[in-house]
């Protein structure tokens, strides 16, 4: 069986996945999905390692394919690093990525480090970055919206100031880069700088809330696409 471990991004929580989760274990697959934590002055190398403990809950239990939206792009590639053995494939679904060192704040352009610093420092006690309205994400039908508007969380400042910790192991594990078009950051060449397939979903950032259908297959190929590397 396949285990999909779905890592919510910036903002967000495992809530995030609700539409997916339902469709995969209807496919056959099952779906966990890790809680980064809402409280706390928390880091990108705290979220990894509560990824890592997910990981290890089900290592030995079939193949496991470990997807990051946006920010856990980031967090799950320095999971994988951590368990080069137990990840079959990395997916990135609009998902911040790059080599060791790579942070949120080393590769967003200046214009969003600067509003993310100036949000924390003005209503967030220069620790935590307040919730962008949901049109950020690219949500703008009404249900949604206030769907979304009422689940939107704080996120700490730690998490976009750290930078990935890589042994390069993550390197040798296959991986797909899911890119959202029209998209405001160029997360396909994020994924392509780190040797990753790239795929492209018509949809917003927040596809997985407004087109679950196809996001769920394409996971799926994923899958698939990891078992054909094996038999080669």
Request: aromatic share 6%; with cysteine.
């Amino acid at each position: 069986m396949t285990t999909f471990v779905l890592v919510h991004g910036a903002w967000h929580g495992p809530w995030a996945w609700d539409r997916i989760v339902p469709l995969l274990r209807a496919a056959g697959a099952r779906a966990l999905t890790p809680d980064l934590g809402a409280v706390g002055d928390r880091g990108l190398h705290d979220d990894a390692g509560t990824v890592v403990a997910a990981i290890d809950t089900v290592r030995r239990e079939g193949e496991l394919v470990l997807v990051g939206h946006s920010y856990a792009g980031l967090v799950v590639r320095e999971a994988a690093d951590a368990r080069p053995d137990a990840v079959g494939h990395v997916v990135l679904v609009d998902g911040w990525a790059g080599p060791d060192g790579s942070g949120m704040f080393t590769l967003a352009p200046d214009a969003f480090v600067d509003a993310m610093r100036t949000a924390a420092g003005r209503s967030g006690h220069g620790r935590r970055i307040p919730a962008p309205p949901p049109e950020a994400f690219g949500i703008v039908d009404a249900d949604d919206t206030a769907w979304l508007a009422a689940r939107l969380l704080p996120q700490p400042l730690r998490t976009f100031t750290e930078a990935t910790r890589l042994t390069g192991a993550v390197d040798r594990i296959p991986g797909t880069a899911v890119h959202c078009r029209p998209g405001a950051y160029p997360f396909d060449r994020f994924g392509e700088a780190v040797g990753y397939r790239t795929r492209v979903l018509d949809g917003p950032h927040d596809v997985m809330l407004t087109r679950p259908e196809p996001l769920a297959r394409m996971l799926m190929e994923t899958s698939s696409f990891k078992n054909e590397k094996r038999r080669v």
